[in-house]
């Protein structure tokens, strides 16, 4: 089983930066792949990345390719999703979740889930 904590939220003026971090307990984080979803009132969470369990594979969705980068490192059990020219319609609550095997983009394939951390960006 894993446990995730998320932190790194907060608020920016758009065009700004943010570094998500989610800490993950458990001594098999590495087998794992990681993803970071997103959520705003009355809407479904929605797919945002997703590594592989060594790094080596990455998704985006559409709307952040280019802007986000995913990373993760194993010795540290962390995951990152940096932010970059963040715009208003990137708010929301960040979530990290971790599956076993491959990444998907389904939120309901994903196992386990963070508490999730708020991303607000100012216009």
């Known amino acids: 089983q894993v446990q995730l904590v998320e932190s790194g939220g907060g608020l920016v003026q758009a065009g700004g930066s943010l570094r998500l971090s989610c800490a993950a307990s458990?001594?098999?984080?590495?087998?794992?792949?990681m993803g970071w979803f997103r959520q705003t009132p009355g809407k479904e969470r929605e797919f945002v990345a997703a590594?592989?369990?060594?790094?080596?594979?990455?998704d985006y969705a559409d709307s952040v390719k280019g802007r986000f980068t995913i990373s993760r490192d194993n010795a540290k059990n962390t995951l990152f999703l940096q932010m970059n020219s963040l715009k208003p319609e990137d708010r929301a609550v960040y979530y990290c979740?971790?599956?076993?095997?491959?990444?998907?983009?389904?939120?309901?394939?994903?196992?386990?889930w963070g508490q999730g951390t708020q991303v607000t960006v100012s216009s």
């Open positions: 979740a971790a599956r076993l095997l491959h990444i998907v983009r389904a939120p309901t394939e994903w196992s386990y």
């Open positions: 590594i592989n369990w060594i790094g080596a594979s990455t």
């Open positions: 458990g001594r098999t984080f590495s087998s794992y792949a």
